[in-house]
T-cell receptor, first 115, second 114 residues
Framework: AQSVTQPDIHITVSEGASLELRCNYS??????LFWYVQSPGQGLQLLLK??????LVQGIKGFEAEFKRSQSSFNLRKPSVHWSDAAEYFC?????????????FGKGTHLIIQP | DSGVTQTPKHLITATGQRVTLRCSPR?????VYWYQQSLDQGLQFLIH???????AKGNILERFSAQQFPDLHSELNLSSLELGDSALYFC?????????????FGSGTRLTVV
């Protein structure tokens, strides 16, 4: 069965600094991979997704992620964070069963932005 | 506003009771997925409906059930509630019955069982 590990429960970054959130997955085939963001009291918003092709994926809000098959990783990056980026970030791996099943999410990384 | 509407936003109820959570998908979307988010289990997929038919089941308890109506809104029914059922319940919708295309989440219903 597929699984997702986000090793960092909390990360604190200064405003304007670069950011990298780690994600490792376990999946039998070429995975579909996602990053979602959840602001307090809100639902999850899709930041970006990887299906195939270029391993560097661009998303919304200035985020990007790189798929590395050899490391089973899909880390999320942003060159310069803003205070509004403070939120919970979830990595997810795609569904089996032809896609009818739900996504498998990691436990999330809570991002704190220091002024 | 994501276009996916969940009601109510908050619900407080007692153990042993039954509640119904409602989800209206984004206009044009035929699939509805239900997820439970709790501190210990994280985000867990419960069930998926597409155009009125059940398409997939995840970690859904037998005390829980769902359905999707002809107007495509969906309801998640939780019965014989226990303290451990306290969680955020999200629905998400998509056009196609495939999670791998990505979907739009509602803002959730926070259920507190006391």
């Amino acid at each position: 069965a597929q699984s997702v590990t986000q090793p960092d429960i909390h990360i604190t970054v200064s405003e304007g600094a670069s950011l990298e959130l780690r994600c490792n997955y376990s999946y039998g085939a070429t995975p579909y991979l996602f990053w979602y963001v959840q602001s307090p009291g809100q639902g999850l918003q899709l930041l970006l997704k990887y299906f195939s092709g270029d391993t560097l994926v661009q998303g919304i809000k200035g985020f990007e992620a790189e798929f590395k098959r050899s490391q089973s990783s899909f880390n999320l990056r942003k060159p310069s964070v803003h205070w509004s980026d403070a939120a919970e970030y979830f990595c997810a791996v795609g569904a089996s069963g032809g896609g009818a099943d739900g996504l498998t999410f990691g436990k999330g990384t809570h991002l704190i932005i220091q002024p | 506003d994501s276009g996916v509407t969940q009601t109510p936003k908050h619900l407080i109820t007692a153990t042993g009771q039954r509640v119904t959570l409602r989800c209206s998908p984004r206009s044009g979307d035929l699939s509805v997925y239900w997820y439970q988010q709790s501190l210990d289990q994280g985000l867990q997929f419960l069930i998926h409906y597409y155009n009125g038919e059940e398409r997939a089941k995840g970690n859904i308890l037998e005390r829980f059930s769902a359905q999707q109506f002809p107007d495509l809104h969906s309801e998640l029914n939780l019965s014989s509630l226990e303290l451990g059922d306290s969680a955020l319940y999200f629905c998400a919708s998509s056009v196609a019955p495939n999670s791998n295309y990505g979907y739009t989440f509602g803002s959730g219903t926070r259920l507190t069982v006391v």
